[in-house]
């Protein structure tokens, strides 16, 4: 029996501090940055996804699947990652750190458990750790339930995302947190003393 046709949708998404999220909750705590894919990183019911621009809005399509593409779409994007994450609520979205969310459908048509996300990113290469007011960024996640396993690179070609696997030369999403945890807080002053230093 073939898959009924994916959900699909497309928004202007606004991103603060270098990132938009995916969310399960309005609980959010703070993480750790790990940059390794370039792209996103997550714990479960949250995931950051990592931007060129500090600020601005940027063109997000999503598409939600009960089973995984047949083929790897990569000719036009910079970017192509797929990576594991896990919904708490079954109700992973798309949201902003700093604004309302987009008005865009869940992504686990599944309910709760662990899915395959494949972020696909392009112009992060356009105004890198700049602001801007119209898109110059475009993202396509595609989800669907699937076992956890290590991230698959599908294509890496943007500086930023190089820059953002080789280290902190370039500013890493810092995230809001709330002012009582105070070591969070000591570790984002570290990394901006850190920046600040030649």
């Known amino acids: 029996m073939p898959e009924p046709d994916p959900t699909r949708a497309s928004s202007k998404v ?23 894919n370039g792209l996103i990183f997550s714990r479960p019911g949250h995931s950051v996804i990592c931007t060129g621009i500090s600020g601005g809005p940027v ?3 999503v598409e939600s699947r009960m089973c995984s593409p047949t083929h790897v779409d990569s000719g036009a994007w910079d970017e192509v990652v797929d990576h594991s994450v896990e919904t ?12 309302d969310p987009p ?9 709760p ?8 990113a392009r112009g992060r290469d356009t105004a890198p750790d700049g602001v801007t007011f119209e898109p ?6 595609i989800a669907w339930p699937a076992e956890p396993r290590p991230d698959t690179v599908h294509k890496q070609t943007d500086v930023y995302g190089a820059e953002l696997r080789a ?25 901006l003393r850190r920046r600040r230093t030649p």
């Open 14 to 36: 606004q991103v603060d501090y270098h990132a938009f999220e995916l969310t399960d909750s309005d609980n959010r705590a703070p993480m750790g940055f790990d940059a390794s």
């Open 113 to 120: 458990g662990t899915y395959r996300i494949r972020v696909h």
């Open 88 to 99: 708490l609520t079954g109700a992973l979205r798309v949201t902003c750190v700093m604004n």
């Open 136 to 141: 110059v960024e475009d993202y396509l996640l």
């Open 103 to 111: 008005n865009l459908p869940h992504l686990t048509l599944q309910g």
């Open 59 to 61: 063109n997000v399509s």
């Open 167 to 191: 280290g902190p030369s370039v500013p890493a999403p810092v995230l809001p947190v709330d002012d009582t945890d105070d070591e969070h807080r000591r570790r984002i002053r570290e990394r």
